[in-house]
């Protein structure tokens, strides 16, 4: 079994926030596939095949706790894939690696810490950076109305890319992505450029 987790936090003042790119993909996804989206303590889940789909419950810098809470009930799983947003791209942009450290981000640093293993897979999704807010300010605003065209359209790829990881595996999505990458939907802006600056929950 598959295992994906989108990143974010609970809670209606958080819903539509950059940092909760991860529970937009997937609730998403949910509405595509007409999934019900289901609730336990430490998560919200969805099956889809052989994947099951959680959204943490725990808060971001917390999220590996609800990785172990659905591997002590499923035992094992094949593969891990995370999704969350990446404040050093530019809107528009996205990112998939097979390995790596957290980059600042303590949602994936959490589950980084918890599966005791650098090589979780991960789709990184550009939200960029605020000339005028900090970058923990910046991850909890919200997309602004300009910005969601770009937004809605990638939580489309994204969710076709899902599909082909669930059916085919990482290889496939990685050659996915490799095509996508030399055509990418344009940014609308070309990002601001920075050394990395604090982390962020």
Same mark, same amino acid.
Request: glycine share 8%.
């Given at each position: ?24 993909? /997937? ?21 889809? $095949? ?65 599966t ?9 999704f550009?939200?960029?950076?605020s $000339? ?16 969601? $065209?770009?937004?809605?359209?990638? /939580? ?5 890319? /899902?599909i ?8 496939? /999505? ?23 600056? $604090?982390?962020y929950?």
């Amino acid at each position: 079994m598959k295992l994906v987790i989108g990143l974010g936090n609970i809670g209606k003042e958080y819903e539509l926030t950059r940092h909760n790119i991860g529970f937009l993909c /997937l609730t998403r996804f949910a509405v595509m596939h007409n999934l019900k989206i289901k609730q336990t303590r430490k998560y919200s889940y969805m099956k889809y $095949e052989d994947c099951l789909l959680i959204m943490p419950k725990t808060y971001m810098n917390r999220s590996g706790e609800a990785y172990l809470s659905a591997l002590t009930k499923y035992r094992k799983f094949d593969d891990v894939l995370v999704i969350s947003d990446d404040i050093e791209l530019p809107l528009g942009k996205i990112r998939i690696r097979t390995s790596g450290g957290s980059g600042g981000h303590n949602g994936l640093k959490s589950i980084i810490e918890q599966t005791q293993d650098i090589d979780v897979r991960r789709i990184r999704f550009g939200i960029g950076r605020s $000339e005028n807010a900090t970058p923990s300010e910046h991850v909890l605003d919200k997309f602004n109305k300009s910005e969601w $065209e770009t937004v809605h359209n990638l /939580l489309t790829i994204v969710n076709d890319w /899902l599909i082909i990881y669930i059916h085919s595996g990482i290889i496939s /999505l990685l050659d996915e992505y490799s095509k996508w990458n030399k055509d990418p939907i344009p940014s609308s802006e070309d990002g601001i450029n920075r050394p990395k600056e $604090e982390k962020y929950d």
